[in-house]
């Protein structure tokens, strides 16, 4: 069975840190880029960053940067997604997809999606 798995979703305090994992099974990510996508009630899922097949090309939205560090281990068949200054609007529900090759940021073109891991950033 060919999926994806989000871990590391907590309740933090603004300015804190977190760590997603996106874990693959069924399939190697090695010819996949990875986007990681959020939704927070009421909105649309947004694009948060990705990372291209072989790392060569990353990309972030502009809330996040500077903030967010996304990183693929292809050994572990795992992407990553560090979060730090975490800010109450970063609140979402967080998914990782995979489409062949290179990234976008249209949530229709990827393949596979995990099945989402909950951020909640409050005092």
């Known amino acids: 069975q060919l999926q994806l798995v989000e871990s590391g979703g907590d309740r933090v305090q603004p300015g804190g840190s977190l760590r997603l994992s996106c874990a693959a099974s069924g399939f190697t990510l090695d010819y996949y880029a990875i986007s990681w996508f959020r939704q927070a009630p009421g909105k649309e899922r947004e694009g948060v960053s990705c990372?291209?097949?072989?790392?060569?090309?990353?990309t972030y939205a502009d809330s996040v940067k500077g903030r967010f560090t996304i990183s693929r281990d292809n050994a572990k068949n795992t992407v990553y997604l560090q979060m730090n200054s975490l800010k109450a609007e970063d609140t979402a529900v967080y998914y990782c997809a995979a489409r062949r090759y290179s990234c976008s940021g249209k949530v229709s073109e990827y393949v596979y999606w995990g099945q989402g891991t909950q951020v909640t950033v409050s005092s």
């Open positions: 990372v291209s097949r072989g790392g060569g090309s990353i």
